[in-house]
C-alpha cells in the first residue's frame, strides 16, 4: 500500500507519494486559494498519472494520508475568518482588548501614532452572563442559563457564525461552559461553538480566551474545508486514514480538529523541523538551522542538540496563541513575495506576495516584480524548466516588472533585479540572526538544512552572510514540510493548571491528576483503534520561583509521582533556569502551575534511501551553459542535472543544479558535493571560508 503526505501551501500544493518499493516520488500542483481542494486533487492527479492510474484507483491503494495546510493561518493573518460572539463571565468581557496591557507588537518608537489593537471579537459581540467559580474549582454563582440563552439568540440575529464560550476558571471546573455548550447548541443550531476549556483548559484567562476565539474565528473556515476534503476523498474510493499535521507536531483526526481548528495554525510548517533530522540523521550534526523557503514566506527553526522546540508563547501577528507549537517563526520572504519601493525610495521586498494566483510577472496574470522573477533574470533559476517543463513562465514579462523598480532606483533591469535578490537575503539573514541571538545561540556552529522550493537559489547567499560552514539542500529540499510528516507520530496533548507550592504537595492528588489525563488519553487512542500498550507518555511540570513572573517546562521523571520523582523534578528546575537565565537561586522557594502531559504513537522512522555509488559521472550530469548574472558580472556558468549525479560527485562554483522541483545555486566560492542520499552539500572554498572567518570575527567583536 501507497502513503501520500499533501502540504498545501500558499503558491504550491506538495504532494510526496511512498511508492510499495520505499521510493519516494515528488508531485507539485498550484494551489487554488479559493477552493483548496482543486489544488489537493490536482497534485493527487498528478501521481496517480505517474503510475498511469485514475485518481480512484490510485486512492485506492493509498493506506495513509497525512496532511497539512496553511488554511487557518492565512485565514487569521488577512482577517477573513467568521463573524464571532462571545458569551464570558460578567466582568471580563474586556481581557481580549485590555491583553494584559500589552501595546502593538511591531510598532517602532519613533511611530507618531499607534493604532490601538482591534480584537478579533468586537465589544459589542461580547455578552456576559453571571456565573462564578473560583480558583479551588467551587461554585460560588450559579450560571444564569436564561441569559446564555438569551445571549445565545442574540448573537445568532446579529449573524454571528461562531460563538465562544470563556468562563473565568473554567480550566479547574469546566460544568458551566458544559451546560452553557448544551443551552447555546439548542438556541444556537448549525453555529460553530468552542468552549476555552477544551480548547486550553490552562491558568491565564487572557491567554486562554483569546486562543479559543481564534479557534471561533477559523473552526467554520476548516470544519467546511475538512468536510469536503474528506467527502471527496471518500467519492474518489479513499479507505485508508487521513491526519492532519498540527502544530505541535503531531498528527490527529480530521473530527479532532475540526472542534479544536486553533491546532491547525502552522500545520504544514511545523513538520519542516522534522524533515532536517531525517536527512541528517548520521551526519554527526548536533545543531540544524531548518529553514523553508516556499512561495509566500520564509520559516525558521532553530534545533540545538537536535531537537525540535515547542513554546506556548506564540503570537501570530497581534494575536496571542498560547497552545503549544513548533518553536519557528515565519518571515513575509518567498519567491512571490513582492519588490517595491517605499515612501522614502528605498527598495523593499515582501511580506506581500503574489501568492498562487496572481503570481509572479512570469506567470503571465500580474505586473508585480516578485523574488522568483529577479531569479529568472539572474539565471538563478531555468526559464526552460520551471516546475520540470510543467509551467511556461515568460522572462520577458519579468524584465518589464522588474524595470519599473530599476526605474525607480536609477538601475539597470539586472542591476534592480540583482538588488531584489540581495535584500531578501538580507532580510532572511537578519531574522535568523535575530532568532538565534535572542535564544543565545552562535549561527557559526549550525549546519543549515535549505528546504522549499524556492531556498535553493538563495541559501549560499544566506550562509556567506551569516558565516553558516554549511548548507544541506535534501532531494526533497522542494517539498520538505510534506517530507517531514512521515517522520511525525499519532499524539494528543493534556494540561491541567492546579497550583502547588512544592512544601505542600500533595502526592495522591498529584497522582490522581495524572492518572485522569492518562485515562483521557487512552479513551481517545482507543476510539482510533490504536494499541494502548504502544502509548508513550511524557510527563512535564511549567514551574517558577515562588512570586516569579516567567515560568520554565521541566520534564518530570516518569509516570509514578513520589518524593524522589518531586525532589528531582525541582532539582532539574535548578538547572534548567541556570541554563536559561544564567543564574538561579536554589534556596527560594519552587511553585508548581502547569501540568502536561504527552501522549503519542511512535512511527516507525522512514529509513533513509540511499543511492548506489557509481553511475552517472559529472560529465554526464552537465545539460548547458547558461548565462548567470553574479555580483562581480555576468559569467558562462554550468548547468548541471540534479537526477544524473551520483554520491560522491562534486562541483566548483560558479554552477547551477537544476531539478524538476527547485534550481540550487552554487556560487564561484562555494564547492558542492553529493552526499550518500544524493542531497547536496554546499561549503564556502577553503579560501574564502578563511576570509569569511576574519570577517565574522570583526561583526562579532
Known sequence: MKQLTIDVGGTFTDCLCLDEAGVLHRFKASTTPSEPTKGVFAAIGKAAAFFNQTAPAFLAQVERIVHGTTLGTNALITRNGAKVGMITTQGFRDVIEMRRGIKNLHGSIFDQFVEPYEPIV?????????????????????????????????????????????????????????????????????????????????WREFERFSTTVISAYIGPIISHYLNELVRQLSLNQFTGSLMLMQANALVQTPEHCSERAVNLLDSGPAAAPSGALAVLPDRGQANVLSTDMGGTSFDICVLKNGIIPTTSENWVGEDRVAIK??????????????????????????????????????????????????????????????????????????????KKIGDHLNMSVEDAALAIWTTVNANMSNAIHEMCTKKGHDIRSFTMVAGGGACGAHAAGIARRLSIPEVVVPRVAALMSAFGMYNLDLGLEFARSWFQDRNKVRLDDLQALFNEMRTEAEKEFGKLGADISQLSYAPTVEMRYTGQFTDLEVELPGMEITDLTIDKLVQDFHKLHK???????????????????????????????????????????????????????????????????????????????????????????????????????????????????????????
Open 122 to 202: 468586537p465589544r459589542y459581540l461580547r455578552l456576559p452572563v453571571e456565573e462564578r467559580i473560583r480558583y479551588t474549582g467551587d461554585i460560588v454563582t450559579p450560571l444564569n442559563e436564561d441569559q446564555v440563552r438569551q445571549a445565545a439568540l442574540q448573537l445568532v440575529k446579529e449573524g454571528c457564525d461562531a460563538i465562544a464560550i470563556c468562563f473565568l476558571s473554567a480550566y479547574i471546573n469546566s460544568a458551566h461552559e458544559k451546560r452553557a455548550k448544551e443551552i447555546v447548541s439548542v438556541a444556537a443550531p448549525g453555529v460553530y461553538i468552542t468552549t476555552s476549556h477544551e480548547i486550553l483548559p490552562v
Open 325 to 402: 507549537m513548533v518553536d519557528l517563526i515565519t518571515l513575509g520572504a518567498g519567491g512571490g513575495s513582492i519588490a517595491w519601493i517605499d515612501s522614502l525610495g528605498l527598495l523593499r521586498v515582501g511580506p506581500q506576495s503574489a501568492g498562487a494566483d496572481p503570481g509572479p510577472a512570469a506567470y503571465g496574470k500580474a505586473s508585480h516584480a516578485t523574488v522568483t522573477d529577479a531569479n529568472l533574470v539572474l539565471g538563478y533559476v531555468p526559464s526552460d524548466y520551471f516546475l520540470g517543463g510543467e509551467m511556461t513562465v515568460d522572462v520577458e514579462r519579468s524584465r518589464q516588472a522588474i
Open 579 to 701: 541554563q536559561h537565565f544564567t543564574y538561579n537561586l536554589p534556596w527560594l522557594g519552587v511553585e508548581f502551575l502547569t501540568f502536561r502531559l504527552r501522549v503519542s504513537v511512535p512511527r516507525q522512522s522512514m529509513q533513509r534511501l540511499h543511492v548506489a555509488e557509481g553511475g552517472a559521472s559529472r560529465h554526464i550530469a552537465h545539460k548547458a551553459v547558461r548565462r548567470v548574472l553574479f555580483a562581480d558580472g555576468a559569467r558562462e556558468t554550468p548547468v548541471y542535472d540534479w537526477d544524473s549525479l551520483a554520491p560522491g560527485d562534486s562541483i566548483s562554483g560558479p554552477a547551477v543544479v537544476v531539478d524538476r522541483t527547485t534550481s540550487v545555486l552554487v556560487p564561484e566560492d562555494f564547492d558542492c558535493s553529493v552526499d550518500p542520499s544524493t542531497s547536496l552539500v554546499l561549503r564556502l572554498s577553503s579560501e574564502a571560508s578563511a576570509i569569511s572567518r576574519r570577517t565574522s570575527k570583526k561583526e562579532f567583536a
